[in-house]
Structure formats: structure tokens, C-alpha cells
């Protein structure tokens, strides 16, 4: 019965949208455990969703199932000041605040974790990304055709996961990473003229697309009290947006960045775990996402290789988490992440449709162990509100501001059992 009821589950989670903004449009952290340390954690095993962030982490874990479901609220707004100057060549925005429509939704992250062998373990996960999600009731862009102005971007992902301790203490791992994405936008028209395919811009059905990635990682332990992680995850090549090539650079092209991770755990004292990580996610490879508005959108047409984009810049992230299990079958965890703003200030015009500007990020949660075999766990996460502000690049100068702004809850509830093979 196990297998047919873990391919249940995983489809299960392709029926759940996804919407996610936190260290740019990545998670905060995979796994309600790392997510109550605030991401932190490549190294440590803590549970079988720890392949998805280091996949040499499963060797140190018994057989297990484990099933998370969050509730997750992102609240995002522009607020426009001054007037159109209604100079000829300008575009000018309608002033005020407006805030995004649909700020909750519900997900879940799925995986388990075999051992073949005393020093071999496999895995499989699914889990989720997005935050490219906003739905403002109203034109932005002054485009009648449409009840309203937003993009949504969602991705799944399912990965498989092999590790081995290759000697006592140290263990190498890679994940196959299969990648499933849908993305629609609207209220665009007004970018038409811009559009190398204007067909293919805005206001159409969402359009899919997939694609392959790997991970690699490695865990060790070097003394009593200290551990090692790395994990690096490869660019993930995807299949083209064929709906919105006129938006995207590339002909719709909207791939997935690479990404490096490393970090340590030191136990102080008995029942302390003291976690640092360090995460780069190198959004400059996505031609979609990092190519700036201006002077593209003059010098180019959206679609093109070199067509506008949303101006995202690499980011760094910080990660510490604090982990107690000094209470009978309680354990308790808490962690503190910052991040770069990928977002600058000339970029705010286009970036009304993703704000994804939010950097602090407040964790804490708990895992009570009920027999020898199950356990359940709570985390909560608050990603602090966070702005960005800066000039309408199609307006008069210092006639327009644009301020973009998110901040997030997040509510995890999860439940993991083990079994013997």
C-alpha cells in the first residue's frame, strides 16, 4: 500500500497552486522543520525533506513519509504620487495606492526517504515555487481590454534523490530534478507597440512549459560538535512560454537560476544546535528576469534576446536558526534569514507586477514526537513588510514616484511517519 498511496499524494500536490516571494521567488526555506529555522539547515538531517535542500542529507534519516500543508498570505501594493505630466512620449500612471487581490493560499510539500542499503538512501520530493502572483483590480497600464492588472507564475517541481556515505561521517548526494511551470499575465495592451509579437503579450491562457535541472550536495561531520553542508543546483533549462513570447525575453524563454548553498551546525552544549547558512541565487543567467526595462524597452522589442525584463539583480541570503531538544519528545526551533533586495530603484515600473522586495524573515516552530514513529510539527513564518521606491522611468523627470511593497505570513502544519522496509 505505501507506494500507491506516495503517488497519490504527489499528484495531489500538482492540483495546488503555488505562490511564493521570499528570498526573490524562492522559498524561504523546503520542509516545515528548515522552514521553522528560517531556511537554515544544509547541515543537518532533520527529514526527508531535507533532499531538496542538500541531497546528501537523507543518509542520516530512518525510513520515513512526510506531508506538510501551509497557509501562506502575501500582501503586496504599489502606490503611485504625483501627477501625469501628459507630455507627448510620456507614460504617466493614475496616483494612489492599490492593493493586490487574493492573499491566501494553500499548498502543500510532499517526500520520502528509503535506505537501500547501510550506506546508500533514496528519495523522492515535490514541492513548490512562485511569487510572480499579483492581481490588482484595476488598469495599471490603462488596458480596457482587461478587468484588471497581474501576472501568476507557478512551478512544481519533483525531485529523485541518491546519496551514499562514502566514508564514515561524510556523504555525496544528487538529485534529478524534473521542473513544471504555468505562467498568464494581463492588462499589458498599453505594451503592445513594444511587443516583437503582440499576439503572444498579455490577456491569453496560461501557458506551460517544463524542463530538467540536477542538485548536488554534500554533509559531513568533523568534530562532536561540529557539522558541514554544501549543495549547489544546477540551471534549469525549460521549455518556452509560447503564449507570452512577446513578453518574455528569448521568445518566452523563462528558465530557472542556478543556486549555491553551504553552511555549518554547532552543538554548544548538549540538546543546542547553533545553524549558519549562506545561500547565492544567481538571477543574472535568466535573460527574462534580469535584463533591465530601460534602455531596453528603446532600444528593443519585448520577446527579443534583448528585450526589457524585470531588472533582477543576483542576491545573497543569510540564514540562522536555533534548534532546543531538551524536552521529552518536544523539539523547538526559531531562525532569523536576510536577503538581498533583488528589485533596485530604476526597476520599480515593471516590478509593480512582481514586488518581491521583502528581506527579514522571523521563523519559529515545533515538533512533538509521538511514540517512536511519528511526529507532528508547526511553523510560523512573518517575512517583514519591505518597499522599494523609485521614478517612473517613462514619466518627466521627477514628476512620478512608484513605491512597491510586500510583507507575509505563513502558517505550516506537517506530519511525518516511519516505517521499517
Known amino acids: 500500500m505505501k507506494k500507491?498511496?506516495?503517488?497519490?499524494?504527489?499528484?495531489?500536490?500538482?492540483?495546488?497552486?503555488?505562490?511564493?516571494?521570499?528570498?526573490?521567488?524562492?522559498?524561504?526555506?523546503?520542509?516545515i522543520k528548515y522552514s521553522a529555522l528560517a531556511g537554515s539547515g544544509i547541515a543537518v538531517s532533520l527529514s526527508s525533506l531535507g533532499a531538496i535542500n542538500?541531497?546528501?542529507?537523507?543518509?542520516?534519516l530512518n525510513n520515513q513519509l512526510e506531508f506538510n500543508l501551509s497557509l501562506f498570505s502575501p500582501m503586496r501594493d504599489y502606490t503611485i504620487t504625483g501627477n501625469p505630466s501628459g507630455l507627448e512620449g510620456t507614460f504617466g500612471l493614475t496616483p494612489g495606492k492599490i492593493e493586490s487581490d487574493k492573499t491566501s493560499f494553500f499548498f502543500p510539500t510532499l517526500g520520502g526517504n528509503m535506505k537501500v542499503a547501510d550506506n546508500m538512501a533514496i528519495a523522492l520530493s515535490i514541492y513548490g515555487n512562485g511569487g510572480m502572483n499579483t492581481d490588482y483590480p484595476t488598469s495599471t497600464f490603462y488596458d480596457q481590454t482587461s478587468p484588471g492588472t497581474g501576472v501568476n507564475l507557478e512551478q512544481m517541481f519533483v525531485s529523485g534523490t541518491y546519496a551514499i556515505e562514502f566514508v564514515k561521517n561524510h556523504s555525496l548526494g544528487v538529485s534529478a530534478i524534473f521542473g513544471w511551470q504555468r505562467f498568464a499575465a494581463k492588462g499589458?495592451?498599453?505594451?503592445?507597440?513594444?511587443?516583437?509579437?503582440?499576439?503572444?503579450?498579455?490577456?491569453?491562457?496560461?501557458s506551460t512549459s517544463?524542463?530538467?535541472?540536477?542538485?548536488?550536495?554534500?554533509?559531513?561531520?568533523?568534530?562532536?560538535?561540529?557539522?558541514?553542508?554544501?549543495?549547489?543546483?544546477?540551471?534549469?533549462?525549460?521549455?518556452?512560454?509560447?503564449r507570452y513570447a512577446g513578453l518574455f525575453a528569448q521568445q518566452g524563454d523563462f528558465d530557472i537560476p542556478s543556486s549555491w548553498t553551504a553552511g555549518v551546525a554547532v552543538m554548544p552544549a548538549q540538546n543546542w544546535t547553533l545553524l549558519l547558512d549562506v545561500k547565492q541565487i544567481l538571477y543574472s543567467?535568466?535573460?527574462?528576469?534580469?535584463?533591465?526595462?530601460?534602455?531596453?524597452?528603446?532600444?528593443?522589442?519585448l520577446g527579443n534576446d534583448?528585450?526589457?525584463?524585470?531588472?533582477?539583480?543576483?542576491?545573497?541570503?543569510?540564514?540562522?536558526?536555533?534548534?532546543?531538544?531538551?524536552?521529552?519528545?518536544w523539539d523547538f526551533m526559531a531562525g532569523y534569514s536576510n536577503n538581498q533586495n533583488p528589485i533596485p530603484e530604476s526597476e520599480v515600473m515593471f516590478n509593480i507586477l512582481a514586488p518581491a522586495v521583502v528581506q527579514n524573515h522571523v521563523t519559529?516552530?515545533?515538533?512533538?514526537?509521538?511514540?517512536?514513529?511519528?511526529?507532528?510539527?508547526?511553523?510560523?513564518m512573518y517575512a517583514l513588510d519591505n518597499s522599494v521606491t523609485g521614478p517612473n522611468p517613462l514619466e518627466a523627470p521627477n514628476q512620478q514616484t512608484i513605491k512597491i511593497a510586500m510583507q507575509q505570513w505563513q502558517v505550516e502544519i506537517g506530519y511525518a511517519f516511519s516505517f521499517i522496509q
Open 4 to 31: 500507491p498511496i506516495l503517488v497519490l499524494l504527489l499528484l495531489l500536490g500538482f492540483l495546488v497552486q503555488t505562490s511564493y516571494a521570499t528570498d526573490g521567488y524562492f522559498r524561504n526555506g523546503y520542509g
Open 54 to 60: 542538500n541531497p546528501a542529507s537523507i543518509i542520516n
Open 210 to 242: 517544463t524542463g530538467f535541472g540536477f542538485k548536488i550536495g554534500y554533509q559531513g561531520k568533523l568534530t562532536d560538535w561540529l557539522k558541514v553542508g554544501a549543495a549547489y543546483q544546477s540551471k534549469m533549462m525549460m521549455s518556452e512560454f509560447e
Open 285 to 301: 543567467e535568466i535573460k527574462a528576469i534580469n535584463n533591465p526595462m530601460l534602455p531596453n524597452l528603446q532600444t528593443s522589442l
Open 188 to 206: 499589458l495592451i498599453a505594451f503592445s507597440m513594444f511587443s516583437s509579437d503582440p499576439a503572444d503579450l498579455t490577456g491569453n491562457s496560461f
Open 306 to 329: 534583448d528585450g526589457a525584463g524585470f531588472g533582477w539583480k543576483d542576491i545573497l541570503a543569510v540564514k540562522f536558526g536555533v534548534m532546543y531538544t531538551g524536552v521529552c519528545g
Open 364 to 380: 519559529a516552530g515545533f515538533t512533538k514526537h509521538i511514540g517512536t514513529q511519528n511526529e507532528v510539527s508547526l511553523a510560523f
